[in-house]
């Protein structure tokens, strides 16, 4: 079986990191596409030498632009790679544009397409993520789920027949990171100046379009949280950046500290150190519960429900307007609420080679 690995962002590079390694451990020939929608080395080049992944056999190179010219970029741009390589499948991770673009590639020349995280859905029809991951779904051969939530949804647009559960591949590397942080066997993450990894301090992200694009929104996100009562350790994407300057915004000011993305083993050991994770992204929530940190989202609703059950995530869509309640809600204590296992047991990425072999 020859599998097509097509990845584009830092979170299909983690979720491609187990993926990889239970190839490695099989006679499967497997085939990574980078398209470089992740074009920055902080978001890209630590995570394949961080988390051992092997390099890509092809990379597209297709950098930043437009949703549009950046879906454009990667599907003309597969075209060729897929002819050359016939492979069995091709194997979607996500919600982004190179996800959209690799899928439409691919069943436009009658490749058979698994998705990788199928199911998941915001019901946000403005967040772009959403658009590409319900096309995504619909046009797939095989849509791999990762919990039980994920299939009701995928049920309900009458995918069932297609739909697999298999676990959420991020547990199977984000427990293991998890055990060799614990164990003293990955360096002090470099957090932000100005923040003491030895005091309680808050881990933060922003980076969605909806929270980023608006400079007045922008501007009260910021300032919101530099006026919280504990140390803020933002760690800045480029995005984030790039508004920030445009609109003529300082990303550290107050309890404010903006810093560079951290490869993975740093971020999970910065979560680990922090008392609680401030954030919009759809990983950091996840990794914060796998992780028994408190984690409040500023996003009106979340992908993943299951990490709402007993505060375990917070979502606080407009936190400027709440004063003295969005500080206590981004500084409250981990609850005492049982997580159990709703993404699996961190075997996900053998049950999908499993899965796709048996397919």
Avoid at 325 to 352: I, K, L
Wanted: proline residues 7%.
């Amino acid at each position: 079986m020859k599998v097509l690995s097509v990845v584009g962002a830092r979170p299909q590079l983690v979720k491609l990191a187990p993926i990889a390694a239970a190839f490695a451990t099989t006679e499967h020939e497997h085939v990574i596409v980078h398209t470089g929608q992740h074009y920055d080395a902080d978001l890209s080049d630590v995570f394949f030498s961080g988390l051992g992944i092997p390099d890509p056999d092809v990379h597209l190179g297709v950098g930043s632009g437009s949703h549009g010219v950046q879906t454009g970029a990667v599907l003309g741009a597969m075209d060729p790679v897929l002819e050359r390589e016939k492979p069995d499948w091709v194997l979607v991770y996500g919600d982004t544009n190179s996800t959209l673009a690799g899928t439409v590639a691919a069943v436009k020349q009658h490749f058979r397409v698994a998705h990788l995280e199928a199911g998941l859905r915001s019901f946000n029809r403005r967040m772009p993520e959403e658009h590409n991951r319900v096309l995504t779904d619909h046009a797939a051969d095989l849509l791999l789920a990762p919990t039980e939530e994920a299939m009701r949804h995928l049920a309900a647009e009458g995918l069932a027949q297609r739909s697999v559960l298999v676990g959420d591949v991020m547990v199977d590397v984000c427990l293991r990171i998890r055990d060799a942080v614990t164990a003293g066997e990955h360096p002090r993450p470099v957090l932000p100046d100005g923040i003491d990894p030895d005091q309680p301090y808050l881990l933060a992200t922003l980076h969605r379009a909806e929270n980023t694009d608006d400079p007045e929104r922008l501007a009260a996100l910021i300032e919101s949280l530099a006026a919280l009562p504990v140390p803020v350790a933002l760690l800045a994407h480029p995005r984030l950046i790039a508004r920030a300057d445009g609109y003529g915004l300082k990303l550290t000011q107050g309890s404010l500290h903006a810093g560079r993305p951290l490869p993975y083993a740093g971020m999970v050991a910065a979560v680990l150190g922090s008392a609680g994770v401030v954030t919009d992204s759809g990983g950091l929530q996840k990794e914060a519960y796998l992780l028994a940190r408190p984690c409040t989202t500023l996003r009106p609703e979340t992908e993943w429900v299951e990490t709402l059950e007993g505060d375990w995530n917070r979502l606080i869509p407009n936190p400027w307007t709440l004063g003295a309640e969005w500080a206590s809600a981004a500084t409250r204590t981990a609850p005492a609420a049982d997580r159990g296992e709703p993404y699996g047991d961190g075997r996900a990425a053998q049950r999908v080679v499993e899965v796709l072999q048996q397919s």
